[in-house]
């Protein structure tokens, strides 16, 4: 059985497509900021400026926390993710303007749209490091000619400089024991739980990316880095203060 103490996830390709589609990831991070999820996708629309019924395109979309939003205050979104489980489970909101796919974002959706939206840290976890810059690439391909991109991720000196290294988080009666770490220029997540008398390991890893990582990348996609902010309120970036990095760019 796949997440077993003997089934190592950070030795195996695409660790993400099993556990994002076991029950427990969602369990997990069931208790996600719903409210600030909801006034991000405020201001970043008014900042962006995109009128209502603009097409905007949400790149691992998970269970489409941010799309279903996007869409009650007038936007025609599509979600996609690698995730069967989290696709199977969005479907049932799907609407006249918000439909849900099972999608690779490495490849460039067959449409255009005003914004392509990278939410939650889901950049970066990928096995081959060329992965990052051709999900960019298919950004820029998935955009009309004035639209933008947005990827929302972590600040890696922020979160080196204030690792907590353990932490024991229950819920809904399951102890997850988390370990963090920085190993090889990534940032390791290991997670530990028993569960109806199996035990489970899973490990998260993202890369260690900076701004100048992101510049690069954007460099040798042909895009151009817009606005950077710091913040779910969209201050201004801050490389040791911020908690997140936040980058539009067209």
């Not at 077993?4 to 994002?20: G, I, P």
């Not at 690779?104 to 889901?122: E, G, H, I, Q, R």
């Not at 096995?127 to 820029?140: A, F, G």
């Not at 100048?212 to 913040?231: N, Q, R």
Request: charged share 30%; hydrophobic share 35%.
């Amino acid at each position: 059985m796949q997440g077993k103490t003997n089934f190592m996830q950070k030795e195996t390709d695409q660790w993400y497509t099993s556990w994002f589609d076991t029950p427990f990831y969602h369990i997990l991070y069931k208790d996600r900021d719903y409210e600030e999820a909801s006034f991000f996708m405020k201001k970043l629309t008014s900042f962006l400026n995109l009128s209502e019924k603009s097409k905007i395109l949400d790149l691992a979309c998970g269970k489409g926390r941010h799309a279903k939003y996007l869409n009650k205050i007038g936007y025609n979104v599509t979600g996609v993710d690698l995730s069967v489980s989290s696709i199977e489970y969005a479907k049932q909101f799907e609407s006249e303007n918000l439909h849900f796919e099972v999608y690779d974002m490495c490849l460039p959706y067959p449409d255009k749209f005003d914004a392509v939206f990278n939410l939650f840290t889901s950049f970066g976890y990928f096995e081959k490091e060329n992965d990052n810059l051709r999900t960019i690439k298919s950004i820029k391909e998935e955009l009309k000619p004035n639209g933008f991109g947005v990827i929302d991720f972590l600040n890696t000196n922020y979160v080196k400089n204030n690792l907590v290294p353990t932490e024991v988080k229950t819920v809904e009666g399951i102890d997850f024991y988390i370990h963090r770490y920085l190993e090889d220029g990534y940032i390791f997540k290991d997670i530990r739980f028993t569960h109806e008398n199996e035990r489970y390991f899973y490990t998260e890893r993202v890369k260690a990316l900076t701004l100048e990582d992101f510049k690069t990348y954007f460099f040798e996609a042909g895009v151009k880095l817009v606005s950077c902010f710091g913040d779910y309120q969209l201050n201004e970036f801050d490389e040791k203060n911020s908690e997140r990095l936040i980058l539009i760019f067209n």
